[in-house]
């Protein structure tokens, strides 16, 4: 089972627990839907943080 979640532009999702396995992509950026007060013309712009456990 799935489920879709519509984000826009300054949203964040977060991961955790068991659903930090879970299949996530992108499937559409829309034209037009960047904030041109963040300094992006075009495009997404994804950050991808990862606790490895290892010190």
């Not at 879709?4 to 559409?28: C, M, N, Q, T």
Request: net charge neutral; charged share 20%; glycine share 14%.
């Amino acid at each position: 089972p799935y489920t879709d979640v519509e984000l826009v532009s300054g949203d964040l999702f977060v991961f955790g627990g068991p659903s930090r396995f879970a299949f996530h992509g992108v499937p559409k950026v829309y034209a037009g839907s960047a904030d041109p007060d963040a300094g992006m013309r075009a495009g997404r712009l994804n950050v991808t943080l990862r606790e490895t456990g290892l010190r």
